[in-house]
Structures are given as C-alpha cells and as structure tokens.
C-alpha cells in the first residue's frame, strides 16, 4: 500500500495506538502507524502492563460475579463528578467495549491472565471488587525478530514478572507466600531461558504481544517519524504531516502519542512543577497540541496520574509503591508531621503529596529494609546515598537533622504512630483499613499488616517528589473516542485514546490498571467508529 494515502493514520505506539491499528486492520482498513521516537511501545512498555476492566470474561469464567450496573456504581462512587471527560455515555461506552476488546485481542494472540488478588482502589466503596484486573502472560520476544531491538520494552525488568507476583516478590524472604512466588518466578525464568525463548513481562509483554498482532496483520510502523500538524478540509481532518510529509487518511486519524510529561514548560503551566515522571521522554504534548491548533477542547490538564515519585542519581524519575504501604514506615513533610495514609492509592497519595510542605520523606526502621524488596533505588544504594536522596543514621534524632527536620517534631510523630501500630488502628489517617490497603502489607506483622512501629535502628530516609505514570489532561472525546470542540461539535475525522485524550477515570484511579484499561478501548472504539462500525461488536 501507499504510504501517502491510508485509510487510518494512527499516531503512537503505546496501548491505545496498537489497539486501534489492530482493530481498523481487522476491519478490514489500510492502517500505517507512526511513532516519533526510535522506539516504539510507549508508556505502557515501561509499565506495569494491567488493564482495570470490569465483567471481563477471565473473572466471569472463573466465576467471580460482575456486571455493568455494579461497575457504574462503582465508577460514580470513586470518581464522582468530573467533567465531560467522564459523562455517563463514556463510562458506560468503557464498561460496554471492554470485553469486546479483550475478546478480540485474545482470539488475535494476546494470552490474558487474571490479577485474582488485585482489588479495586476503594473496595470498600459500593460496586467494588477484587480481581477486575488483568494483564498479559509473560511474551517471548524473539517472535519479533529484530523488531524486538527497537523495543521499549527492552529498557524494562529484563523478566517475565507478572502483576500477580509484585506484591508477593516485596516479600519474598519474609513470608512463606512470597517465597513460593518467588521460586515460581525463578522456574519461570529459568524455563524460559531453558526452553531459548526471551520472555518479558508487565507492560513489555503487553506491547510486545500487541505489537506482534500488528505485524502479524501486514500493518506497516514507521519510527522517527514525527506528527507535526493535522491537514483539515472542510471542517474535517484528513490528514497529517509526519516527519514533514502530508500522508492522507481517507477514514481519518488516531492520536495516541501519550500526554506531555516531559513538557517542562506545560509541566510548570498546568501543574506547578517541572515534573518528575516516569514516563518516555518522548512524552511532549505534540499530539494534544496538534489537536488543540484545529480547534479541539481541552480538559483535565491540571491533572495526572501521580503517586510518589524519586529521582535518580542519573537524572531518571522512579516511582515508590510497596515501599510506602509495608509495615515499618511512615511518611512525613518537611515539617515532620504525617500527612495522609501511606497506603492509599498511588494518585491520591500524589495529591496529597502536592497538598504539603516539600520535601516529603519515608523514613523506615531496619527491619523494613531486611525483610522486604525495595525497588526504589535496587542496586543504586551507594549512588542515591551519594546524591542526598537517601539519608542514613543510627537514630531518629540524628537522621531528623541530617533531612533537616524539627528532631522533636519527628520524635512526637514517631512516638504517636507507634502507638497506632501496636494497637492496629490508624486513628490519624486509616492506613490498613481496607484490603487494597493491606495488599501490600505484611500478614505476618499483627495486628495490622500494614502497620509495625519504626523503632529500630539504623533508619532511612528516602526522599519523595509528586512523581507520575503520565499526564491525565488532554483532548476531550466522546463515547466513540471522536475529538470534540469547545461548543460539544465533533471533528470530524479525528480522534484520540490513551493519554492523549482527557481520562474517562476523571481526577482519580478506580483500580489497577486504569490508565491502559481505557486506553485499549477508546483505541478500539476510534477503529471501529473510523471502519464504519460504531460501537457495534
């Protein structure tokens, strides 16, 4: 085919973009994906890959009840009122397309498996569940031949881990669960290696599965190759100038090339920070804001997908999470003083981040440090140390004037949630409360597995910054993913999924993997609506 004329240009290769190029193809439709960077797999390479999709067929199989009523119920309790982003009709749409497209995927070649013990954010909320969950099974790369040395997905875990064994794997030589997760993911390892396969996983064995249906399909991927400006005629986009050349798009065009986290100069607009992501550095906003230079609204840019972040001694952002819910630990702000549940989902623990006196802290005791994995700074220890980021002492009082906080003010702090600790209730901020919270707990530690005292030392300090996954804001789009302008019209010929577009989840995170989850059905939802489908299956 022409690469001149298509008939879907589809602009990114995260999640959102590969679904889409896979959906048009299998409608039938001439598709050419375009990524701007070397490598292609976007955020979502470098993810932790899970999907938050409600009556899924895995859970419906294994006989775990759900259904769309409960999920909206849910959706309403945990995001509430949030703009047109997150209207009913896209809600329900999201809920509606998400076993369609897990079908779909599945009868192309993604092997889905389920997070069985994965909950909702708020699973105590009406509608909330354990296990809506699900990913893809560890990919053996080599089955993309040398399209595997352009893959972002090799800048990741070089492992087949999946979600099921990252809550388990923290724990690995201080539970008897985690050890046996732990010897799986060895044999595992090992068999692959055994059996010459190169197997990935978390979100590179989600791009990389996606990606192989992509080339299964004869669909063409360019890198390098930039989207500077969409053509329009008539009112309607038809086109696009990539890498400077005009390519036609007789269906229309998908803009999937992430949000703009590495956008210092937005970062400081919208958010008040240069920002600290740990998302691709090709994450600039150029999508969004060719969207925005042919009229298309814009929601949700003060917003994004935060959680505690680090930074790296080598100038790369990273992101804490079991660190900060395991027992022995607690986070202060710069004045001391505790602030919110350590526990809590990623996005309102950024939030709150936000909200306080930088710089915020998490001080742990030494049995935190013997008894669990800390991925935040694995195998960097000497280097975060060096650069500040990490501070160490004998004792609470001299670790307090090392990070430079009130030594009585900590001590008050210390003093007072310890005794929460040996009494098992959080009176300050319910850490421990709900079993999100004590998934990544310790069962061992009672009465709570999320909270044992920090008495022991030598202690830690690490320091946090609001981190993200990405940027929430972006293109405001209807139920079939189409790009909508200020008075509510549709652009015709023009969509937009992932983080492009304005999140369906408003300005929080109902469950696990809700980043992707819609990204890979608004993806679907722009193909088939482009192929002449809407949102019939």
């Known amino acids: 085919m022409s690469t001149n004329e298509v008939d879907l240009l589809v602009v990114g290769t995260g999640a959102a973009g590969l679904t889409a190029a896979i959906a048009a193809a299998d409608a039938g439709l001439q598709v050419l994906v375009v990524e701007s960077t070397d490598k292609w797999g976007g955020t979502t390479a470098v993810s932790g890959g899970g999907l938050w999709m409600p009556v899924n067929p895995l859970m419906l199989r294994a006989g775990v009840k759900d259904s769309v009523a409960e999920a909206l119920e849910y959706m309403e309790q945990a995001i509430g009122e949030a703009g047109p982003a997150s209207s009913p009709e896209r809600r329900r749409a999201f809920l509606d397309s998400g076993p ?15 997070a069985t013990h994965y909950p909702d954010y708020y699973p105590d909320r009406p509608g909330g569940k354990v296990g809506r969950g699900i990913e893809a099974a560890p990919f053996d790369a080599k089955k993309l031949g040398p399209w595997y040395t352009t893959a972002r997905a090799a800048d990741g875990l070089p492992a087949p881990v999946m979600t099921n064994d990252v809550w388990l794997l923290a724990r690995a030589w201080s539970t008897p669960a985690g050890f046996l997760r732990g010897a799986q993911f060895v044999f595992r390892t090992l068999g692959g290696l055994v059996s010459g396969k190169r197997l990935v996983g978390l979100g590179g064995a989600l791009s990389c599965a996606l990606m192989h249906i992509v080339l299964t399909q004869k669909t063409q991927v360019r890198l390098n190759s930039p989207l500077t400006e969409l053509i329009v005629e008539d009112g309607a986009v038809v086109g696009a100038i990539v890498d400077g050349a005009p390519i036609r798009a007789r269906k229309g065009v998908v803009l999937a090339a992430g949000g703009f986290a590495h956008n210092s100069e937005w970062r400081q607009k919208h958010h008040g920070i240069p920002g600290y992501s740990a998302a691709p550095e090709g994450d600039l906003g150029t999508a969004i804001e060719a969207g925005a230079k042919v009229g298309a ?63 915020a802290w998490l001080i742990t005791d030494v049995r935190q440090a013997r008894r669990y994995l800390s991925t935040a700074y694995l195998g960097k220890k000497k280097e975060f140390v060096a650069a500040g980021q990490l501070v160490e002492a004998p004792t609470l009082d ?27 209730v959080d009176q300050d901020f319910g850490r421990g409360r709900t079993v999100y919270d004590n998934y990544y707990g310790d069962p061992r530690v009672k009465p709570n597995p999320n909270l044992g005292p920090v008495e022991r030392g030598p202690f830690r300090a690490l320091r946090l910054v609001p981190g993200d996954l990405g940027t929430k804001g972006g293109l405001l789009t209807d139920a079939d993913a189409r790009v909508l302008r200020e008075d509510g019209t549709v652009i015709a010929g023009l969509y937009a999924a992932g983080n492009t577009s304005a999140s369906v989840m408003g300005r929080t995170y109902p469950g696990p993997g809700s980043t992707i989850g819609p990204a890979v059905v608004f993806g679907y939802r722009a193909a088939r609506h482009a192929a002449g489908h809407g949102g019939d299956a």
């Open 100 to 114: 369609e497209v897990v079908r779909l995927l599945g009868r192309l070649g993604v092997r889905w498996r389920r």
């Open 398 to 424: 001299e670790l307090a004037k090392k990070i430079g906080i009130d030594p009585a003010a900590l001590a008050a702090t210390v003093e007072r949630f310890n005794g929460f600790a040996r009494a098992g």
């Open 297 to 359: 609204a814009l929601e949700l840019m003060d917003d994004a997908w935060w959680g505690a972040g680090t930074q790296g001694p080598d100038g790369h952002n990273g992101f804490v999470l079991s660190e900060r819910s395991m027992p022995f630990s607690i986070v202060v702000d710069a004045t001391g003083k505790r602030f919110t549940n350590e526990s809590a989902s990623y996005i309102d623990f950024g939030h709150d981040l936000l909200s306080n006196p930088a710089p």
